[in-house]
Nanobody, 127 residues
Framework: QVHLVESGGGSVQAGGSLTLACAGS????????VAWFRQATGKEREGVSA????????YYADSVKGRFTISHDNAQNTVYLQMNNLKPEDTAMYSC????????????????????WGQGIQVTVSS
């Protein structure tokens, strides 16, 4: 198992930027995939972005393509989500999740592909 802790959330005005970090301990070497999910009040959790650890392969929800960038730093055991041009509809609790098995095609942004979860961190975007 891996313990995941998110950081970097907060409040920002529309058009602003935030970078979320997901730190894994004791390490992320055994992970295959790490993803970011979000859940807005009254809505279901949705996959935002995922990365195939050890490669440059990444996946994005249509709603964030071109604005969000996922990256990983194996030396720091951390996965980042750079969020630019934030919109009020991006307001949600963001959580990172990790998988020890490679998700099947088409399931990289599905919650069932991930077995370890962080506690989550709030992102609030005001108009």
């Amino acid at each position: 198992q891996v313990h995941l802790v998110e950081s970097g959330g907060g409040s920002v005005q529309a058009g602003g930027s935030l970078t979320l970090a997901c730190a894994g301990s004791p390490h992320m070497y055994s992970l295959v995939a790490v993803a970011w999910f979000r859940q807005a009040t009254g809505k279901e959790r949705e996959g935002v972005s995922a990365v195939y650890v050890g490669s440059v392969t990444s996946y994005y929800a249509d709603s964030v393509k071109g604005r969000f960038t996922i990256s990983h730093d194996n030396a720091q055991n951390t996965v980042y989500l750079q969020m630019n041009n934030l919109k009020p509809e991006d307001t949600a609790m963001y959580s990172c999740a990790a998988a020890f098995l490679k998700p099947r095609a088409g399931t990289w942004l599905e919650t069932t592909s991930y077995s370890s979860w962080g506690q989550g961190i709030q992102v609030t975007v005001s108009s």
